[in-house]
């Protein structure tokens, strides 16, 4: 069974802290995904990463940045948090190739800033 | 813009049938995706339609018409640990996933 698995499930934080989500993945998986979820509002996807070292802007970047120096690892990095990044992040991998829309989820931290 | 509706809760009875919609409009399509998450856990893919008609496995259905923008999810026999949200996503024509805000399902005895 794939497993993707997030550092933390519950943080809490203040205003202007540096954040680290970590995500690691055991299936060899090429893509990797970060998302926040907000009640009453879909997956929104932040960053995400189709190789080593690569990364792409997803739809809600700002405020953070990523990190993928191993393909098994995507690091999820808050540089100043704020308390409007009170939320869920979801991790998720999945095979290569862009039409693999099959996710393998990890189970969420969850993070308040304070 | 690209929007994905569908309805914000559910309730229904153990062992009854349930149908969930989802409503589509996208930049193109190359797929809908329906996912299961139970509370404070990680969502699980449930099915895959990327064809009109109906796929079925076990318990659960789900339905597409590209046509209408439309996709249902159908629980047979239900059990209370089907109790969770359900997300519907389309994959549009930049192979991105646009998620709906997900389905309350809420099974009473």
Aim: net charge negative; with cysteine; hydrophobic share 35%.
């Amino acid at each position: 069974d794939v497993k993707v698995t997030q550092s933390s499930r519950y943080l809490v934080k203040r205003t202007g802290e540096k954040v680290f989500l970590e995500c690691v993945q055991d299936m060899d998986h090429e893509n990797m995904f970060w998302y926040r979820q907000d009640p009453g509002l879909g997956l929104r996807l932040i960053y995400f990463s189709y190789d080593v070292k690569m990364k792409e802007k997803g739809d809600i970047p700002e405020g953070y940045s990523v990190s993928r120096e191993k393909k098994e690892r995507f690091s999820l990095i808050l540089e100043s948090a704020s308390t409007n990044q009170t939320s869920m992040y979801l991790c998720a991998s999945s095979l290569t190739g862009l039409e693999t829309g099959e996710l393998f989820f990890g189970e969420g931290s969850r993070l308040t800033v304070l | 813009g690209q929007n994905i509706d569908q309805p914000t809760e559910m309730t229904a009875t153990e062992g009854a049938i349930v149908q969930i919609n989802c409503t589509y409009q996208t930049s193109g399509f190359n797929g809908l995706f329906w996912y299961q998450q139970h509370a404070g856990e990680a969502p699980t893919f449930l099915s895959y339609n990327v064809l009109d008609g109906l796929e079925e496995k076990g318990r659960f259905s789900s339905f597409l018409s590209r046509s209408k923008g439309y996709s249902y999810l159908l629980l047979k026999e239900l059990q209370m640990k089907d109790s969770a949200s359900y997300l519907c996503a389309v994959m549009d024509s930049n192979y991105q996933l646009i998620w709906g805000a997900g389905t309350k399902l809420i099974i009473k005895p």
